[in-house]
């Protein structure tokens, strides 16, 4: 069981270039998300997607765009890359808990854009 | 979204006990108050929820006042693979809006 699987790890990019990150979970959970952890700061949500075929904005969308592509898949683009996106980013899904839903996260992706 | 507040960092000896606070005096009453915690640059692991009843489990207890204007996280018996940053996470039924703010970084000392 592997949880939440984020591809790659490590990734340098020029001003201009586009990828996209990879994210699968084998948890069997709706909810998937996206955030971003600058260094030395808390996480902010950039992306999430409540159900398959679903996604919603969250607290910096700007410069991204999200796919949901099934329930275990959800990739996230960088059409334009920016050296204010070097940043490191977590995916993760979630479970229903009692009281809301449980999160769990991905080891993460490290972009340096240049 | 409410928002949480806590202090920047805290140090413990291992062993002990840490008692990490946060402070949610704006709380609604339908949020609840989840732990989750950062080893070096991993992704966070969840460690325990509540909503207004104390909480235990096998990592750690949550003690939630009863204004629910604030809570403790704590850790019996301090380890060093304790040492991370702890963020303190207000969740509601209003969707999948989780917010982290900057957390506390907890340093166990030997």
């Known amino acids: 069981n592997a949880g939440v699987t984020q591809t790659p790890k490590f990734q340098v990019l020029k001003t201009g270039q586009s990828m996209t990150l990879q994210c699968a979970q084998d948890?069997?959970?709706?909810?998937m998300y996206w955030y971003r952890q600058d260094p030395g700061m808390g996480l902010r949500l950039i992306y999430y997607?409540?159900?398959?075929?679903?996604?919603d904005k969250g607290e910096v969308p700007n410069g991204y765009n999200v796919s949901r592509l099934n329930k275990r898949e959800f990739s996230l683009r960088l059409e334009s890359a920016a050296p204010s996106q070097t940043s490191v980013y977590f995916c993760?899904?979630?479970?229903?808990?009692?009281?809301?839903?449980?999160?769990?996260f991905g080891s993460g992706t490290q972009l340096s854009v240049l | 979204d409410a928002k949480t507040t806590q202090p920047t960092s805290m140090d413990c000896a291992e062993g002990r006990a840490a008692n990490l606070p946060c402070n949610h005096s704006?709380?609604?009453?339908?949020?609840?108050v989840y732990w989750y915690r950062q080893i070096h640059s991993q992704g966070p692991q969840y460690i325990i929820h509540?909503?207004?009843n104390n909480e235990t489990n096998e990592m750690a207890s949550l003690i939630i006042t009863e204004d629910r204007k604030s809570s403790t996280l704590i850790l019996p018996h301090a380890t060093l693979r304790d040492t991370a940053v702890y963020y303190c996470?207000?969740?509601?039924?209003?969707?999948?809006?989780?917010?982290f703010g900057e957390g506390t970084q907890l340093t166990v000392n030997p």
């Open positions: 993760a899904s979630s479970a229903h808990a009692d009281g809301g839903e449980k999160l769990f």
């Open positions: 704006t709380i609604s009453g339908n949020e609840y």
């Open positions: 948890m069997n959970h709706n909810s």
């Open positions: 996470v207000l969740y509601g039924t209003s969707g999948s809006r989780l917010t």
């Open positions: 509540g909503l207004k």
């Open positions: 997607s409540a159900s398959e075929g679903t996604t």
